[in-house]
């Protein structure tokens, strides 16, 4: 299973840093693959910054990208389009998600045949 953690975010530098730390330290269960991608919805503040150190190096932690139309729909939609997953996980830009929330994804999915939302 492969899952792709989208984040949505426009204006909330300050905020998002706690958020793209917690999903860069996700725990990947054994079997699932992940990417991280954060959509950047027209921001104006210090947003784009806060990304880039997530989306560059060596090893970079996110796939960054620009939706510059805003609105949510908007970004959300961008990712859906962007994201390799088969699974699409949106996370608040203001959320920590807890240590096993790709383990009870991945079970949840495991569970059943034809699960299409969690």
């Known amino acids: 299973m492969h899952f792709t953690i989208a984040i949505c975010t426009r204006n909330r530098g300050a905020l998002v840093r706690p958020t793209l730390d917690a999903v860069a330290r996700l725990?990947?269960?054994?079997?699932?693959?992940?990417?991280?991608?954060v959509v950047d919805n027209g921001s104006t503040d210090d947003t784009p910054a806060v990304l880039a150190e997530f989306s560059q190096g060596d090893?970079?932690?996110?796939?960054?990208?620009?939706?510059?139309?805003?609105?949510?729909?908007?970004a959300r939609n961008r990712a859906l389009r962007e994201g390799r997953g088969d699974v699409v996980i949106f996370i608040d830009d203001d959320a920590t998600p807890e240590p096993?929330?790709?383990a009870a994804y991945a079970a949840a999915y495991r569970t059943a045949n034809a699960v299409g939302c969690v």
């Open 27 to 37: 725990e990947v269960p054994p079997g699932c693959t992940c990417e991280r991608l």
């Open 59 to 74: 090893a970079p932690s996110f796939r960054a990208l620009s939706e510059p139309v805003a609105g949510l729909s908007r």
């Open 100 to 102: 096993g929330f790709l």
